[in-house]
């Protein structure tokens, strides 16, 4: 038994990978090891139960193999075959964090990354200057939610990494720019005493909470519905 070790990744075109066996053999060389096409070895080393080799290529997915009954043990004679696959890729993802965006409410904004080598790892985004904090629902999503602390413009950076470990940055801006929702009593012009008042009015601001205050304290509330409000007090 053996095992062929090393990372299934690579950013270069040249590195290192393990053999180990589970016990000494005999008989072991780079011969014994196939290599698909345009890969190469070198520097193959080792004895006993550990060997390595040197893997030169260029970007693309690659099996190293050793056949069966390449090499002796003195117990349990040849040996199993076995593969190992591993990709190299050296190209960085491709990123867009997308044009420059203006929101009045928490908004779902849409980046893009692909990679065609290794594959996708992460993407993340991250705010790098602004008045206050910018908020995303997801910072590790393609398409968070967004809003913000305070009013201003926010600069933001959405970066991919690749399985390899590749990245890129792409960079833009979101204003934050909420609306000051505007609220209108209608009714009734004047309040008469001893009857109980019932106020209404409209508002811009669909689903919003009215709130009715004498100073501090809250008389009542209501909800605009289709750009309507009333309140029992």
């Known amino acids: 038994f053996f095992t062929l070790g090393g990372n299934t990744y690579a950013r270069t075109g040249s590195f290192r990978i393990a053999i180990t066996w589970d016990q000494a053999v005999t008989g072991f060389d780079s011969t014994d090891l196939t290599l698909t096409s345009p890969g190469a070895m070198q520097n193959f080393s080792g004895t006993a139960r550990s060997y390595g080799v040197d893997v030169l290529a260029v970007d693309g997915a690659y099996t190293l193999t050793i056949p069966a009954d390449r090499v002796q043990s003195p117990f349990l004679g040849g040996n199993t075959a076995a ?43 991250a705010q790098t200057s602004g008045p206050g904090t910018l908020v995303f629902s997801n910072p590790q ?13 926010y600069a933001v950076t959405l970066t991919a990494v690749d399985n390899a470990g590749n990245s890129s940055v792409s960079s833009t801006t979101i204003d934050w720019a909420p609306i000051i929702p505007t609220v209108t009593i209608t009714t009734p012009a004047t309040l ?14 669909n689903s919003a909470t009215i709130q009715i205050l004498e100073g501090t304290t809250v008389l009542g509330t209501a909800t605009v519905t289709s750009g309507i409000w009333t309140c029992l007090l």
């Open 192 to 205: 008469t005493a001893n009857v109980t008042p019932v106020l209404s009015g409209t508002s811009d601001m």
């Open 83 to 125: 593969s190992f696959t591993f990709v190299i890729d050296s190209v960085s993802p491709s990123v867009s964090a997308g044009i420059a965006r203006v929101l009045t409410v928490p908004t779902g904004v849409t980046g893009s990354a692909s990679d065609a080598g290794s594959g996708l790892s992460s993407v993340t985004w």
């Open 141 to 153: 999503s393609l398409t968070p939610t967004v809003s913000a602390t305070l009013e201003g413009q």
